[in-house]
Structure formats: C-alpha cells, structure tokens
C-alpha cells in the first residue's frame, strides 16, 4: 500500500472513530429513531441524484435496509441514548465480526475453522469482561441493545455478502434511501410524534452539524475511500484498518468527552481486536451452503470475505 493510501486508510479509521463521539452530540438533542432518519435522509439526498441503481435486485437493498438501516442503526442509537458512553460502543460494536462469522455458517454454510473459533471465543471473552464491569454510567439495557445492533450489523454483513453489489457507494446511499421511511415511522410511533416536531423546530447548531457529519462525511464520503481502498487493494489489505476505529473511538470520547477507559476495559478491548483479527486472517475457505444452490438466492458468492462494511 502506497504512504498516501495509508494515510488515507488511517484517517478513514479516524473519521470513523471519532463519529461514535460525533453521534453522542446528536443524541444530546434529538430522539435516537429520529437522528437515525435524518442521518439517512442526509446521506441519501442529493447523492442519490447523481449515482447510479444499486446494481442489485431491489429484494436485497429492501432487506440490508431493514437489517442495517433499521435495526441496527436504531439499536445503536437507542443504546447510546440509553447511557452507552461513545468509546465503549465503538468497541463493543465490533463483535459484529463474530456474530457475521456465526450467521455464515448457519446461512451460508461456512466452515469456521479452528482459528475462527478460537477468535470467536476470545471476542466473547471481550464482551464478557465489559459485561462484568457495567456500571450506573453503563447500564445493561443500553449495553444489550448496542450488542443487538452487533448482531444485526452481521446479518446484514451476511446479506450483503449474498448481494454482492458492484459499487459500494452507490448500494450505501440506496439503503440510506430506503431505511429513512421505515425509521420515521418508527419514530413518531416510540418516541412520540410531539417530541419529534418539538426536537426539529429547536434543533440546534450542534445537531445540525453532527448529522451532515454522519451522513455526508462518515457514511457517504466514508463509503467512497472504503470502496475505492478495496477497489484498489485486496480485502484483506484493507479489513485489518478497520480494528482502529474503536482505538480511534475510545481515544476521541476520552478526550473529548472525558469517558473513563479503565484497565479492565483496555483489557477486554484488546481481546475483542485480538479476537476479530484472528478471524480475519483465517486461511479456512469457505463452504457454499445448500441455500446457494436455491435459484431464488442467485449465484453463490466467492469465497472471500471482501464485502464486510464498516459503518456508525
């Protein structure tokens, strides 16, 4: 990789890191549902305008919109709203490896392998650890919903991975599109349609500013340098810069908003990053399941692992 592409790469993990703070200052002021919209609103439009289809059957940008718009960018967010601090979810976030390794292989029929399994156990062990130390500035529930959004994110790694979509970016903005309806809803049936109109007529300058930030830089302008990266690079040249993000998460929400990051943590986050990387440099090949061969499904996809998405 050249020092440019480096750079590139590090200041991407950056950016993505760093957005977990951004998103704590949006919650500040606006419902979780709701921000969640908008930053999909922001991201969708004018992008949409000017790319071209998703380049997949529509089945499929419907069903990661669902996946990943709704479920997990809600769980998230509520989580968060919920007292998650920014640096811890930027971590815990990350066991969405495990969890797309286990919809694998009971989707798709993938073999783990027995470095898989063991980088699987090690991230538990992670999550376990933080389990352990929740607080009253972390409480279980919000902790269980931002292990929820973990576990939507790899089904929806999963389905993406079915989908293959050729351009990223443009299957990104198509998602972002689709999931702003469905959350709108969702919105104005939880978190009251009063406290939504309330939230937009006083929204701040702050929470304008922290959904531009995630929808047009981390998402939109991330998507573009993530694709064109491993448009460039192989897969596995470039997955490793995304186990930076929660160190960039961390180091941002302790900085900038004080989070404490004690020893247990730092433990338990480098058990997660040691156990995503081992299932990242797995060399076992994966199986195509019987659900391939289903004509409904498509062509089953190679056996590389190139389309995991990192996104906040």
Do not use: C
């Not at 998103?23 to 419902?31: A, E, Q, R, W, Y």
């Not at 990223?168 to 978190?191: D, H, Q, T």
């Not at 993000?245 to 900038?256: D, E, N, T, W, Y």
């Not at 797995?282 to 399941?289: H, Q, Y």
């Amino acid at each position: 990789m050249s020092t440019a592409h480096l750079v590139l790469a590090l200041v991407l993990a950056a950016m993505w890191g760093v957005n977990f703070v951004v998103i704590k200052i949006g919650l500040d002021h606006l419902p979780p549902l709701l921000f969640s919209a908008l930053r999909f609103l922001a991201a969708a439009v004018p992008a949409i305008l000017f790319l071209r289809t998703p380049g997949v059957p529509w089945r499929w940008v419907a069903l990661v919109a669902l996946l990943l718009g709704v479920l997990q960018f809600g769980l998230l967010f509520s989580g968060m709203a919920a007292g998650m601090p920014p640096g811890l979810t930027s971590l815990v976030v990350q066991v969405q490896a495990p969890f797309t390794a286990i919809f694998a292989m009971a989707l798709l029929g993938e073999r783990l392998g027995r470095t898989r399994v063991a980088g699987l156990s090690i991230a538990l062990a992670g999550v376990v650890l933080i389990a352990l130390d929740l607080g009253a500035t972390s409480p279980l529930g919000a902790f269980l919903l931002v292990l929820g959004a973990a576990a939507a994110w790899g089904l929806a790694n999963v389905a993406m991975k079915r989908a293959q979509p050729p351009d990223m970016l443009a299957f990104m903005v198509w998602v972002s599109a689709l999931s702003v309806l469905p959350l709108l809803v969702l919105s104005g049936i939880l978190e009251g349609p009063q406290r939504d109109l309330t939230a937009v007529r006083e929204i701040p300058w702050a929470a304008v500013g922290s959904i531009l930030f995630v929808g047009l830089i981390a998402t939109v302008l991330g998507f573009g340098i993530w694709g064109y990266l491993i448009r460039t690079y192989s897969a596995s040249a470039v997955a490793p810069f995304s186990l930076l993000v929660p160190v960039f998460g961390m180091a941002s929400s302790a900085l900038l908003l004080h989070e404490h990051i004690g020893p247990l943590k730092l433990v338990a986050g480098a058990l997660i990053v040691t156990g995503v990387l081992a299932g990242a440099f797995s060399r076992t090949p994966a199986r195509s399941a019987p659900l391939a061969a289903r004509p409904e499904f498509g062509p089953a996809p190679p056996a590389s692992s190139g389309s995991r998405s990192r996104a906040s």
